[in-house]
């Protein structure tokens, strides 16, 4: 927090909440010097009750530890009475990882204890002087499942309600599950959430990018070959399917799977036998798969990509999932779990997520789905500047509408598998083309191709740096 010259903020009506008399009166003293209407409150209970009996305050000081509520607890209770209060949280240098958690529960900012007045006043003026989020994202909770250390699932929308209770079904019935949605939007996720509520959990769960290898390598890959299979081929070596047994599989991008291959693991469908490469006995194996693609299902179906057969065999249960844009209401939660995720695994304090930043996020239509979001959240974290990242957010939808006058921000509903998401793909690729060639026509001229182009500086930065244009 910098300790720039503050103005006093416009006076408001502060809850203070805290078990020390000390830092109440202490609070008191100081906010009423400049003329805010102070309330206090020795505990969380007591600060629930103020905010149910009277009118809600502009915004509450929530002291993190406390008995018997203590400040998270109280934190989501006072969201639950009053969805989209501003709150701060007063912690201590011990506290990160529940200033962590409280930043997820929608908690606007924190102060870290002893801290001064400049910091309390930097901090007020942030938080007061913020527009109170649309009341349609307002209090918006949703179930956040910890799959791993690192690695989270979070439903918070209708849609994504759904997918989860469509998980339930398919966890303990062994059929192949096929994950269809952009990418980004959480297909692995979800096969990971699969494995993990599956009685095949405490096995492995393995990943293959059927898109990463040329044909003989991701059958060696997935089949394992005998010795002598090959030349180079000196000994042995299990493939996927057998180091998975009893585990589950992730054929991961199947519509690129080389129609040869798609065959064999026909086979194994049918089954559950192949045979190594090399080798004229086979091998009986006990995995679950499951397969994700984010092309066309149907085109490659048409185009002979993908074998008919297979995909009957695949789509026993078919989840589809949705784009980012057609579940906005998730992202304000989705942005805060990010924040409370990265500054626990870089080991920094959360930044805080202001109503502003949380609005351009929810205008914004976010092509690259979750990843996107992520890496928007990444971004923020570690330059810190949020009117930086919200200059280059707004760079990049001037960039999306630049080549599609239609979307105005909110693109039309598409279905993730229509004809629509395929001229997408196919616009991207010519559009990198046509900034490569134009960068090199410029020699690297940036202002000049932006102008050739037609499009901003910004624009040009940023459409750069998505499609990771490396200059020679
Ligand atoms: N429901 C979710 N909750 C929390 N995080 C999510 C969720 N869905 C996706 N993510 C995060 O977004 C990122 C992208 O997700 P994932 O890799 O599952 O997407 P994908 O659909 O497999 O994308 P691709 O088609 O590009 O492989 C991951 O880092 C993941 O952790
Ligand atoms: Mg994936």
Redesign the pocket.
């Known amino acids: 927090m910098s300790l720039k010259l503050v103005t006093a903020p416009t006076p408001a009506t502060i809850l203070v909440v805290d078990d020390e008399p000390s830092m109440r009166r202490y609070l008191q003293t100081v906010l009423e010097v400049d003329s805010h209407r102070v309330l206090t409150a020795a505990s969380g209970p007591e600060a629930i009750e103020r905010v149910q009996a009277g009118p809600p305050p502009d915004l509450v000081l929530l002291d993190l530890v406390m008995e018997p509520l203590d400040g998270l607890q109280t934190l989501e209770r006072l969201h639950q009475l009053r969805p989209g209060m501003k709150v701060v949280m007063l912690s201590c240098v011990s506290d990160t990882r529940k200033v962590v958690q409280a930043i997820r529960l929608g908690a606007q900012d924190y102060l870290t204890k002893p801290f001064q007045k400049a910091e309390l006043d930097a901090v007020l003026n942030h938080c007061l002087s913020q527009a109170p989020l649309p009341p349609e994202f307002e209090g918006q909770t949703g179930e956040v499942e910890e799959l791993s250390d690192d690695?989270?699932?979070?439903?918070a929308s209708p849609a994504?309600r759904k997918i989860r209770e469509q998980v339930d079904q398919v966890v303990n019935v062994n059929v192949p599950v096929l994950m269809l949605?952009e990418?980004?939007?959480?297909?692995?996720?979800v096969a990971r959430l699969i494995h993990k509520l599956s009685p095949r959990s405490h096995r492995t769960f393995l990943k293959v990018n059927c898109a990463a290898l040329p044909a003989d390598l991701l059958e060696s890959e997935l089949f394992g070959y005998e010795a002598g299979a090959f030349t180079g081929a000196t000994r042995a070596k299990p493939g996927k399917f057998e180091l998975c047994d009893k585990g589950t599989i992730l054929l991961?991008e199947i519509g690129e799977m080389p129609p040869a291959l798609q065959a064999k693991l026909l086979h194994v469908l049918q089954d559950q036998q192949f045979s190594r490469l090399g080798s004229r006995s086979v091998v009986n194996v006990d995995v679950r798969i499951l397969a994700?693609t984010?092309v066309d299902i149907q085109q490659a179906i048409a185009s002979k990509k993908l074998r008919e057969d297979l995909y009957y065999r695949l789509n026993a249960f078919t989840l589809h999932?949705p784009p980012l844009r057609e579940r906005r209401e998730e992202i304000p939660l989705l942005i805060r779990?990010f924040m409370g995720l990265f500054a626990a695994r870089y080991g920094r304090t959360p930044l805080p997520i202001s109503p502003n930043l949380i609005e351009a996020c929810v205008r914004y239509s976010w092509p690259g789905n979750?990843?996107e979001l992520?890496n928007f959240v990444k971004r923020y974290l570690i330059l810190g500047d949020e009117n930086l990242v919200l200059s280059e957010l707004e760079a990049a939808r001037e960039a999306s509408l630049g080549g599609d006058t239609s979307s105005s921000g909110a693109p039309p509903k598409t279905d993730p598998q229509d004809l629509k998401s395929l001229v997408r793909s196919l616009k991207d690729e010519a559009e990198m083309e046509a900034i490569k060639r134009t960068l090199e026509r410029t020699k690297w001229n940036r202002k000049e191709a932006a102008r050739l182009l037609k499009i901003s500086y910004k624009a040009l930065l940023y459409k750069i740096r998505q499609y990771n244009i490396d200059r020679p």
């Not at 990418?183 to 996720?189: A, D, F, L, Y």
């Open positions: 690695l989270f699932f979070v439903a994504m949605g990418s980004g939007t959480g297909k692995e996720v991961d994700a984010n999932l779990h979750l990843r992520e």
